[in-house]
């Protein structure tokens, strides 16, 4: 417990000073972090030079916290909704490279996980890794069958770091939202949750494993890709063994031109087999850079790594695609109605401010070619413009965003006059179409039917709860008319208004019968009748106390 807080006191200590070299001291004192820096350096803090932008000294920032601060700007990239363009170009940037662990805790790790020695297990084992990233690293290897694989260590000791990086993370997000009001709009904890989750699936490779085989098993995925084996015999959560493929990365145009591929032909298939993936079988890979994506020696797309994917319902996939019919069809309604459909949008939005900012963005895309036309940039903009409207989104079509514009900047290398919303486009056709095929209608009036069924044998009991709260005086009636506020202020003024002239006008005939009763009596003075004094005094007080309510009501 003691090592635990020691370990905490230093991160805090960690992230303070990282913030601090790069210019953001002010952030530091703001949340009450400079408590865990040194005496010294609040006294004398260092010169920080800001000569660089802003979206590069948050990169390195990130940089400097290591690996959970990495995966962090990473997915927080894929969030272009919440960041300025400079700061989410320089957090796609972010590579996730460390230095390699020692070979002997390579050896003890997989003694460990696997029961037996590595010299048992395998019958060849390189000592160089291949690649050493923040949460593992590769190694080259074979079986003792004879077959090639990649064994996949995870790094000793980095569940506990990232679990510490966490607690402070949610602890530090609680401050800066207890803090800053706009914190909430952005809703961090949600997206704080969302990154632990992901992160925390990463830890664990047999969720990888497991991903890598429903990607394998999903319908005609041979057309166009080829999934590397997964032994499970040889993996667990912290060990790795998949089928070791080699070949030449999708982004080496030059070597493919001499090797003389068809790039358009690799191209069309690299497209068709990831939005199959994303529009027939609603799971799909969702980090396709250069490096998770090999053309193999007969030609065959080679797709590697799968501890990031995406999930899409068949609802989201239905309105994604009816999205991009209309968009070719230049169908500013359907746009609306299928964007409209693919949140959850509050009672209190501005519907008619939404729709002008939707049709606004649909206006950017009506005169462009659709050879031009940008798939993901658009499903960007759409989750923008949601996002300020408060409309909640599933976190894997931001995802989604990123892993298109990934797609389409390979594509447009390999053949600068493909389009990937036109390829989407008989995809989009086939999945309306299926929807009402009677064996979906059919299916679709079951569900409502029991659906409808189910409501219809709880109701009895529904009816019994709502006459308990009848009974118990518990059941409360809100009624609404927002259209008649403006209608009781303005009735409220005037009542204001009115009785202030009542007033006044009291005020006006107490006076004047003072003085034409002072005219009688000869007095020149009210102070030589304590009666009329007393009198006067209460209705001068009583005006002062009705004006003063009035005014600070705001209804004059």
């Not at 990130?62 to 400079?86: C, D, M, R, V």
């Not at 090999?294 to 080679?302: C, Q, T």
């Not at 389009?419 to 299916?443: D, F, H, N, T």
């Amino acid at each position: 417990m003691f090592h635990k807080e020691i370990r905490r006191i230093n991160r805090y200590r960690d992230i303070a000073m990282a913030m601090i070299n790069q210019g953001f001291g002010y952030i530091v004192a703001e949340i009450g972090l400079i408590k865990w820096l040194p005496f010294s350096e609040r006294l004398f803090p260092a010169y920080v030079n800001n000569t660089k932008s802003l979206g590069e000294r948050v990169r390195l920032v990130l940089e400097a916290l290591g690996p959970t601060y990495i995966k962090l700007g990473q997915i927080a990239s894929t969030h272009q909704e919440l960041f300025p363009a400079e700061i989410s170009r320089e957090l796609e940037k972010l590579q996730d490279q460390a230095a390699s662990f020692p070979f002997a805790e390579v050896s003890r790790i997989i003694r460990a996980e696997l029961g037996a020695p590595l010299e048992e297990i395998f019958q060849q084992f390189e000592l160089t890794p291949l690649a050493a990233a923040s949460i593992g690293q590769v190694h080259r290897g074979l079986l003792k069958t004879g077959e090639p694989v990649a064994i996949k260590v995870q790094r000793p000791g980095i569940a506990t770091i990232i679990e510490t990086d966490l607690e402070i993370l949610y602890h530090l997000v609680n401050l800066v939202e207890r803090r800053f009001k706009w914190a909430e709009n952005y809703r961090i904890s949600a997206m704080l949750a969302e990154f632990a989750k992901a992160l925390r699936n990463e830890l664990d490779y047999t969720i990888e494993a497991r991903n890598t085989k429903k990607i394998a098993a999903q319908p005609n995925i041979n057309s166009y890709f080829y999934i590397p084996k997964v032994f499970s015999d040889y993996s667990t959560n912290k060990v790795l063994t998949t089928e070791y493929l080699t070949g030449i990365k999708i982004n080496e145009i030059d070597r493919l031109k001499q090797q003389g591929y068809n790039l358009p032909d690799l191209a069309q298939r690299f497209v068709q087999g990831l939005l199959q993936q994303i529009f027939s079988a609603g799971f799909f890979h969702g980090d396709p850079h250069p490096g998770n994506v090999i053309i193999l020696p007969n030609g065959a797309l080679g797709l590697l790594d799968f501890g990031m994917v995406g999930r899409l319902s068949p609802e989201i996939r239905y309105h994604l695609a009816s999205m991009i019919i209309a968009l070719i069809r230049h169908d500013p309604e359907g746009i609306i109605k299928a964007v409209l459909a693919l949140g959850i949008v509050p009672e209190n939005v501005n519907l008619r401010q939404l729709k002008d900012d939707l049709e606004q963005l649909q206006e950017q895309f009506y005169e462009v070619p659709l050879s031009q036309l940008s798939l993901g940039n658009l499903v960007r903009q759409i989750v923008t413009v949601l996002f300020k409207h408060q409309i909640k989104l599933p976190a894997d079509l931001t995802l989604l965003g990123k892993t298109l514009i990934t797609l389409e900047g390979l594509t447009k290398k390999l053949d600068p006059q493909f389009s990937v919303i036109k390829a989407a486009e008989p995809l989009g056709q086939r999945l309306l179409l299926e929807r009402w095929q009677p064996k979906q209608v059919i299916r679709k009036i079951w569900n409502n039917t029991t659906a409808l069924f189910e409501l219809f044998l709880s109701f009895p009991k529904q009816f019994k709860e709502l006459s308990s709260f009848i009974r118990q005086g518990r059941l409360r009636l809100e009624v609404a008319l927002p259209d008649l506020d403006p209608f009781f202020k303005k009735q409220e003024r005037i009542m204001n208004r009115l009785s202030l002239c009542i007033i006044l006008l009291s005020l006006c005939i107490m006076m004047a019968g003072v003085i034409i009763g002072l005219s009688f009596s000869r007095q020149t003075t009210v102070l030589t009748n304590p009666i009329v004094e007393v009198g006067f005094g209460i209705a001068l007080a009583m005006f002062l106390w009705i004006f003063y309510a009035i005014i600070r009501s705001g209804g004059l």
